[in-house]
């Protein structure tokens, strides 16, 4: 059974860095794209970052672009997204997905999902 697992969460404080990793297990994700989402209590689920598999490209929400870097380690079958200047509007569950390859900002387009981990950033 085709599984992700985030790790990499914590309390961290206003202008801090967390790097929250993905590791896939049961199947490998190649040519997918994996997402970054989270979702703030009371809020949607929203988009924070892709990376395409088969070609390397990389989608940002505007929020988050020059703070957050989505990468890959094909070698692990991991994704990380690295956060530096957190700001205490980032706190949320980070949720991974695997997307078969259509609308890379869609969260309805992602059919594998990881169990979340939580960042906290305090002010």
């Known amino acids: 059974q085709a599984q992700l697992v985030e790790s990499g969460g914590g309390l961290v404080q206003a202008g801090g860095s967390l790097r929250l990793s993905c590791a896939a297990s049961?199947?490998?994700?190649?040519?997918?794209?994996m997402g970054w989402f989270r979702q703030a209590p009371g809020k949607e689920r929203e988009f924070v970052a892709a990376?395409?598999?088969?070609?390397?490209?990389?989608y940002y929400a505007d929020s988050v672009k020059g703070r957050f870097t989505i990468s890959r380690d094909n070698a692990k079958d991991t994704v990380y997204l690295q956060m530096n200047s957190l700001k205490p509007e980032d706190t949320a569950v980070y949720y991974c997905?695997?997307?078969?390859?259509?609308?890379?900002?869609?969260?309805?387009?992602?059919?594998?999902w990881g169990q979340g981990t939580q960042v906290t950033v305090s002010s």
């Open positions: 049961g199947r490998t994700f190649f040519n997918y794209i």
């Open positions: 997905a695997a997307n078969a390859g259509m609308g890379p900002t869609n969260r309805y387009a992602y059919n594998v």
């Open positions: 990376l395409s598999r088969r070609d390397g490209s990389t």
